[in-house]
């Protein structure tokens, strides 16, 4: 397995995505981080776009699952995106991670709520 990586952080998005009714109603922002596991040799010797995994079209792919339905738990968010990079793109392992800095946990101060969901391409 290669330890090559193409990582794209910090995306910001608005979604309706949470437990409670105020969430879906409201909405709120959400933070999605990506790791792509892929060899990079080939592009890295081409400099050529079809040889890589194109940023752009992974960002629209998280955009739609973020903007998209409503989702009840980042874990959902969090496997569907990754389920679909695995299917879309020749990488052998997606790591994501949905950061939601407004999670409404009662009496608590925190920074934001955060799942990471790691999967391989044979365990799709």
């Given at each position: 397995?290669?330890?090559?990586?193409?990582?794209l952080?910090?995306?910001?998005?608005?979604?309706?995505?949470?437990?409670?009714?105020?969430?879906?109603?409201?909405?709120?922002?959400f933070?999605?981080?990506?790791?792509?596991?892929?060899?990079?040799?080939?592009?890295?010797?081409?400099?050529?776009?079809?040889?890589?995994?194109?940023?752009?079209?992974?960002?629209?792919?998280?955009?739609?699952?973020?903007?998209?339905?409503?989702?009840?738990?980042?874990?959902s968010?969090?496997?569907?995106?990754?389920?679909?990079?695995?299917?879309?793109?020749?990488?052998?392992?997606?790591?994501v991670?949905?950061?939601?800095?407004?999670?409404?946990?009662?009496?608590?101060?925190l920074a934001?709520?955060?799942?990471?969901v790691?999967r391989?391409?044979?365990?799709?």
């Amino acid at each position: 397995m290669t330890q090559d990586k193409i990582c794209l952080e910090g995306m910001i998005f608005y979604g309706f995505h949470g437990v409670y009714p105020e969430e879906k109603s409201r909405g709120q922002r959400f933070i999605v981080d990506l790791e792509l596991i892929t060899d990079l040799s080939q592009p890295g010797q081409s400099d050529a776009l079809e040889d890589t995994v194109n940023y752009g079209e992974v960002y629209s792919l998280v955009r739609e699952v973020m903007e998209g339905r409503s989702h009840n738990l980042m874990e959902s968010l969090a496997h569907l995106i990754a389920a679909r990079v695995l299917e879309r793109y020749n990488v052998e392992e997606v790591k994501v991670t949905v950061h939601k800095p407004d999670s409404p946990i009662k009496g608590a101060v925190l920074a934001a709520a955060r799942v990471e969901v790691t999967r391989r391409k044979d365990q799709a």
